[in-house]
């Protein structure tokens, strides 16, 4: 099958192309946001490739996926064909609903050619989908494999864009995790946070666009993985961490609670238990070891690859295409 998608989400991207499929991604000159082309800091299969937008014409398609709203007019506009009438279409819904919710109402609400695919449970129930049809397509991760050693008695947090984005991804919880033994921050954009918290740089550490295997490396030699995000779909960064065995300790909101049970780490609402967990962790490496290996256990059961991949088939068979 020939699929069609755009580079907009790099990590899940990762997962969905290792399912044996050809993935066309559009490249524009200038790599902007509808033209990013094949990742740079992740590692995609060679059945990946680059297609411009004026060759997709007279490109074969069999389905388009599609992850936001704008890019069923883009399609329809570089394709001479309408995704969900002349060409099957999906829409993957990565995110949490934001304006009023509950009551936020999906961009593909109200029809029924275009089946919107969620990544959790928690972001198919909030949405207001008005009778589109729904599934819900859990996360499954390129597993990097167990490289704890937790030999740096510091946190890691994985976030992107953390002062623009503010609390809705924890960036005030910083400070606190910082306080207890101090925190290693990767991710995009995040050069600028010491100076935004107003803390010193042996407190908080930033580490910019690593590539994710560079990444993978270096989160793991932290004791403890902290996931601060208050109001976003599950992060990614979690499930690879715990692949890694890497105790967690969560902000208990959205799905972070199905992915964290009793036995992998510590997931909460309340800051000073938040704070409690980071230091026992911090202070127990025998714990934190043992949490680690249960985490793995629990990714690898629930968010392996393969099952993501073969619920993924099971869509896109579901759609007609390639017939």
Not at 13 to 23: A, I, L, N
Not at 224 to 253: D, F, I, K, N, Q
Not at 300 to 316: I, Q, S
Request: proline share 7%; net charge negative; aromatic share 6%.
């Amino acid at each position: 099958m020939r699929i069609l998608l755009w580079h907009v989400h790099g990590s899940w991207t990762t997962s969905f192309v290792q399912g044996g499929h050809d993935y066309l991604v559009p490249v524009t000159p200038d790599r902007g946001p509808d033209g990013l082309g094949r990742a740079r800091t992740w590692d995609w299969p060679k059945n990946v490739r680059e297609v411009a937008p004026a060759q997709l014409a007279t490109t074969e398609v069999d389905l388009v996926v599609l992850q936001r709203p704008h890019e069923a007019a883009l399609a329809e506009q570089w394709l001479g064909r309408r995704p969900g009438e002349d060409v099957p279409a999906v829409y993957v819904e990565h995110n949490t609903p934001m304006g009023d919710v509950p009551d936020t109402r999906h961009p593909m609400a109200g029809q029924d050619r275009i089946p919107i695919a969620h990544v959790t449970g928690f972001n198919e129930l909030f949405w207001d989908c008005d009778g589109a049809r729904t599934v819900v397509i859990e996360h499954g991760i390129v597993d990097p494999g167990p490289r704890y050693t937790g030999e740096l008695a510091r946190a890691a947090v994985v976030v992107n864009d953390p002062v623009r984005r503010g609390r809705s991804v924890g960036t005030d919880l910083l400070p606190l995790v910082a306080g207890v033994g101090g925190v290693d921050v990767f991710g995009m954009r995040v050069d600028l946070l010491p100076g935004a918290l107003g803390l010193p740089t042996d407190r908080l550490t930033v580490h910019e666009d690593l590539p994710q295997s560079t990444m993978h490396d270096e989160l793991p030699r932290r004791r403890v993985y902290v996931h601060t995000a208050r109001w976003t779909s599950l992060g990614l960064s979690l499930l690879e961490a715990m692949h890694l065995a890497m105790p967690v300790v969560a902000v208990a909101s959205t799905e972070a609670y199905a992915a964290v049970p009793p036995g992998t780490g510590v997931i909460t609402s309340r800051r000073d238990r938040l704070v409690e967990a980071v230091s026992t962790y911090l202070a127990d490496p025998d714990l934190a070891a043992e949490t680690g290996r249960a985490a793995r256990q629990h990714a690898l059961d629930h968010y392996g690859l393969k099952r993501f991949l073969t619920d993924w088939d099971r869509l896109l068979d579901d759609t007609g295409a390639g017939r």
